[in-house]
Structures are given as C-alpha cells and as structure tokens.
C-alpha cells in the first residue's frame, strides 16, 4: 500500500506538471490503483464525489462557499456521504453475490469533489483513471506482478 500511495504521489505530479491536470488529488492514484480489482467500489466512489460535488454546488447558492471554507466543506460533505455510502450501498444478491458500492476511504471522494470543482469533472475523472491505470502498471513492473493490497 505504502509503495501505492508513493507511486500515485510521483504520478499525480508527472500529470500536473505535464498536463496540467491534476488525478484528484494527490493521494487518489494511489488509492484508485489498489481497487482497480473492484470496479463496485471505485463506481461507489464516483458516484459519491458527483453527489458531493452537486451538493456542494447547491449548497453554494445559499452559503458564501470560497477558499479554505469551500475546501473543507467539500471534505466534510464527502466524508459524509462516503459514511452513508458504507451503511447503504453493500448489496448481497441470491447466489452469494455480493456488491459494495461503497467509497473508497474516508477523504478521497471529497478530493475528488473539490477537483472536480475546480478543473471539470470529465477531466477530473480521465485524468484519475488513466492516473490510477498507470501506477497499477508499474506497481506490477516493479513488483513482478504481485501486488500486496
């Protein structure tokens, strides 16, 4: 996990620098590339960033949301709905199916959210994917194939 974190830091700043796009948030490559092997929750996390981030955006038509204060209410607010995403959005199907569509640590969906805010959503959620797709390759590269979740 350590080696994840520290690959999508070195990847997050390669795109910005590059790019000049950020992945979500620095740490979020990281935590993405360790769940490429559960699509449910990274579609969990996707969807709380997009609850968080219209949320937010209707919220700001009746609060002064800027600076500092717009950053951390977006972190509440996703840490809030990442919350609920963990009690509500785990299925279990006949057969032993079992989905969970619940977000991917506690910040992350807000990182998101506050990118998403402020670059776009659609280059926001490439930008993270194809971020995240990367340090899975070299954690692979570098690990021979074995990645220690």
């Known amino acids: 996990m350590m080696q994840s974190v520290g690959l999508g830091l070195v990847v997050s700043l390669l795109f910005s620098e590059t790019l000049g796009l950020a992945a979500g948030g620095m740490v979020v490559p990281g935590y993405m590339a360790l769940m490429i092997h559960d699509p449910a929750r990274i579609a969990g996390t996707i969807f709380v960033s997009l609850l968080t ?4 955006r209707i919220l700001s038509n009746y609060m002064f949301i800027y600076g ?16 609920l ?3 509500f959005l785990v299925f279990g199907l ?4 079992h989905y969970e569509f619940q977000a991917i640590g506690f910040i992350i969906p807000g990182l998101i959210a506050n990118w998403m805010e402020r670059q ?13 797709v990367f340090v899975r390759l070299l954690l692979m590269i570098f690990t021979g194939g074995k990645v220690i979740l």
């Open 94 to 97: 006949p057969g032993g199916v």
């Open 120 to 132: 776009g959503i659609i280059q926001t959620l490439t930008t993270m994917i194809v971020a995240a």
């Open 53 to 56: 981030y219209y949320s937010i």
């Open 85 to 87: 995403s963990r009690e």
């Open 68 to 83: 500092r204060r717009r950053t951390v209410m977006i972190i509440i607010v996703g840490f809030l709905f990442g919350w």
